[in-house]
């Protein structure tokens, strides 16, 4: 896998009904920067009642769709000559649900970058994630980033969160291409100057009670002591040669500097922590569970730290991750 390989060339946003739209202003300067192709997509969830609205209206049902398409692709052309003018980009109109349409565009255009304003649920003051989003971030094969008004469209602090405690990974080829995917994709969205790039590893010494439970009083301190050096050693050398190698991913053209912090603790503590810190623009992170690929499309312990971040998520699938929506 080459930096090249995994820099976005079809990047697609999803429109929403925000005058901040977010989600095109990044997505146009991550296409921008890349050079890649920027297409626009809406989509339509027809009323579970269109036949009686059709019929009270006395119109068409199919024609009242139509009118629907027609009425929204004129507001996503007025959004994007107020925020892009005299840009000509392609615009897709989709009728169904949100997720369904975006990953089916997504496998059939080859699209390989979504980004979308982030659907907070209402009534909760904390920032959270809605079930559109959790598909998406669940089943979308490509990069899914979940953006949120508040925050830069072209990120400067972006903290990367991977997992490099391949000891009992069952793939651990596959868990270190993520990793080496998760960092170049953090990469790929910051911004080109002035930006840094915090990959972040959280351990954890579990077997330290254990230790102490079972050592004299006199060894257990040492003992203890030595058990948390080879751990933390074993993952600094872990570490070092994913920065390395992601380093050597990298062109001449990529300016932003990658800075390893390993801390102590949960991932779901940490990673949290870590992005209210730093004040982070978004977190990277992979979303396949460390047991394979075969029928999971989030891991728990990533779904658990999405649903605490107080900002926005950029969500990496490994290679040859396949969209239980793919029917191909």
């Not at 890349?34 to 297409?39: F, I, S, V």
């Not at 119109?59 to 840009?87: F, I, Y």
């Not at 975006?102 to 699209?111: D, F, N």
């Not at 579990?206 to 439970?213: C, K, Q, V």
């Amino acid at each position: 896998m080459t930096n090249e390989n995994i820099r976005p060339q079809r990047v697609l946003a999803v429109m929403d009904d925000s005058e901040a739209q977010i989600a095109l202003r990044s997505a146009a300067a991550l296409a921008d920067r890349h050079g890649a192709a920027l297409e626009l997509f809406a989509c339509i969830e027809p009323p579970h009642d269109l036949n009686v609205l059709a019929r009270l209206a006395g119109r068409n049902p199919d024609r009242l769709l139509n009118d629907l398409c027609n009425r929204t692709r004129e507001k996503v052309q007025a959004r994007l000559a107020s925020h892009l003018p005299g840009r000509q980009v392609e615009v897709r109109i989709a009728v169904g649900k949100v997720f369904i349409e975006v990953i089916r565009h997504v496998i059939a255009t080859g699209c390989d970058f979504v980004v979308k304003a982030a659907e907070p649920l209402s009534g909760l003051s904390r920032f959270i994630f809605a079930s559109t989003d959790q598909h998406l971030l669940r089943k979308c094969p490509c990069p899914v980033w979940l953006q949120v008004p508040e925050f830069q469209a072209v990120p400067r602090r972006v903290l990367a969160a991977v997992d490099i405690d391949d000891w009992d990974a069952a793939e651990p080829e596959t868990l270190f291409a993520l990793n080496r995917r998760v960092v170049e994709t953090a990469r790929n969205v910051a911004a080109p100057t002035g930006a840094q790039v915090v990959v972040l590893h959280a351990w954890e010494a579990l077997g330290e009670d254990l230790i102490w439970a079972f050592s004299s009083t006199a060894d257990a301190r040492v003992s203890a002591d030595n058990y948390l050096n080879e751990v933390l050693g074993v993952r600094q050398q872990a570490m070092s040669r994913l920065i390395d190698q992601s380093r050597k991913d990298g062109t001449d053209k990529d300016n932003v500097p990658l800075i390893p912090r390993l801390v102590r603790g949960a991932p779901e503590k940490v990673i949290k922590e870590q992005s209210q810190e730093l004040e982070t623009d978004v977190v990277v992170m992979g979303t396949v569970a460390r047991t394979g690929l075969s029928g999971v499309f989030i891991g728990n312990t990533a779904e658990n730290i999405i649903n605490t971040l107080e900002c926005p998520v950029l969500a990496v699938k490994p290679d040859g991750f396949v969209s239980p929506l793919d029917t191909r």
